[in-house]
T-cell receptor
Framework: DAGVIQSPRHEVTEMGQEVTLRCKPI?????LFWYRQTMMRGLELLIY????????DSGMPEDRFSAKMPNASFSTLKIQPSEPRDSAVYFC????????????FGEGSRLTVL | GQQVMQIPQYQHVQEGEDFTTYCNSS?????IQWYKQRPGGHPVFLIQ?????EVKKQKRLTFQFGEAKKNSSLHITATQTTDVGTYFC?????????????FGTGTKLQVIP
């Protein structure tokens, strides 16, 4: 298996633009997580899904952030409109055993909002 | 929300010296995981501890879970330059029927050759 695949790897955009980050989890994994990593706040859990259903989105910063998982092999994290404080590395991770299982992380999407 | 404190935040050691990072929670944990993130990379799973007082070893790495399941430690014996990176603990809390994973703040290890 190729592992968790994220795209784009890097994105530079201007404030106010819409940003869409994509993730393909490992086949067969039924949990998918979105994390954000910054120097100031470390690794923050934004939202996670089980069998394509959002379970906990309490970490989503505000209404500008939304996440979807239309099927077992694809998820998106959207920011609209983007702001400079959204600049961070966004990681997607998948797991077979949910929160008590090993998380497999993607390479991350580095977002810079100017 | 639940917080997991990790100390120290940074550690510089001479190659060959030992290194320890500590993870503490004010509440009881279901389990604890440890991850390593190389500079510019993504977190990679190292190990999971489940039982109270559990000790596991991976070559030069020793992981411990406290008796009260509120703290954990990672000890590296005789560090090497390949050990450079940030080490995170990830704690599982059971709340409202869900198990939520929260990452510690991380300890950044620098090994001086």
């Amino acid at each position: 298996d190729a592992g968790v695949i994220q795209s784009p790897r890097h994105e530079v955009t201007e404030m106010g633009q819409e940003v869409t980050l994509r993730c393909k989890p490992i086949s067969g994994h039924d949990y998918l997580f979105w994390y954000r990593q910054t120097m100031m706040r470390g690794l923050e859990l934004l939202i996670y899904f089980n069998n394509n259903v959002p379970i906990d989105d309490s970490g989503m910063p505000e209404d500008r952030f939304s996440a979807k998982m239309p099927n077992a092999s694809f998820s998106t994290l959207k920011i609209q409109p983007s702001e400079p404080r959204d600049s961070a590395v966004y990681f997607c991770a998948s797991s077979l055993l949910g929160d008590t299982g090993e998380l497999f992380f993607g390479e991350g999407s580095r977002l810079t909002v100017l | 929300g639940q917080q997991v404190m990790q100390i120290p935040q940074y550690q510089h050691v001479q190659e060959g010296e030992d290194f320890t990072t500590y993870c503490n929670s004010s509440t009881t944990l279901s389990n604890i995981q440890w991850y390593k993130q190389r500079p510019g990379g993504h977190p990679v799973f190292l190990i999971q501890l489940v039982k109270s007082g559990e000790v596991k070893k991976q070559k030069r790495l020793t992981f411990q879970f406290g008796e009260a399941k509120k703290n954990s430690s990672l000890h590296i014996t005789a560090t090497q330059t390949t050990d450079v990176g940030t080490y995170f603990c990830a704690a599982t809390f059971t709340t409202g029927g869900y198990q939520k994973v929260t990452f510690g703040t991380g300890t950044k290890l620098q090994v001086i050759p």
